[in-house]
């Protein structure tokens, strides 16, 4: 039996207690944890005082808890899939994005009509409430198992200059951008990433385990005058994918001297 001699609640001695065997190495990730009788036996405590333990760990995010099948150790190695952040031309000029073909759509795309919020207002340089054309994907990528949620909204201000994104909001986005180039936009991009705790709806729809923050991208296709025509979002777990980019040095503006 492991002596437990800390200060503080119990539940959070033993916690303490396993959280050290799981860093070194002792609870192996992926691997299952002791019963809660085993865990009370080693530790000389009652069955509250573990599950209490348990707990406090799940909320860590070190311990996943499997219905039917006990707690395991959280896998803590690199994730699975890396998604590249680039957009490369074909020899005709087209877009081509270089993850294109390893997602899948798990479902039918949703396209509906919305309005901006506080977040895709500011990123739109819109107001609120202005009128949007969206589109949902939820893709998942064959060799992993990777879930993404995908999504794109379009102002209905772009899609009056451009009719065809009116009758096709839900094309894919290296297809929006070929559209939206001939129509006569040279276009730039912007992109942001951060990481925030899923809703209840995004946990379940990406199918993660608990205490598992998701990777939020916001891409922003901008015309010639910086002018946002189009946002692309982008969620998923951040147990589960990385995003690798490509940097290239922007030319320095030319200095003028004075004759």
Known sequence: MSE???????????????REAILSGEFAPDSLLPSEAQLMARYGVSRPTVRNAIAALRAEGLIDVRHGKGSFVRASGQPVLTIERRISRTAEGKFAMPNGDIWQEAEQPSTYRTRTTKDTGRLLQLGEEEALF????????????????????????VAETVPLLGKEPCKPPAAIYWVLTQAGHTLTWTETVRARMPLPDERTTLQLPDATPILHVARIAHDADDRPLFLEQLRFGADRAELAYRITADKQPARHTRA
């Open 4 to 18: 437990i001699q800390r200060p503080g609640a119990l539940y959070q001695q033993v916690a303490a207690a396993i």
């Open 134 to 157: 969206g589109c949902d994907r939820l893709l998942i990528d064959p060799s992993t198992g990777t879930r993404a949620m995908h999504r794109t909204l379009i102002p209905f201000e």
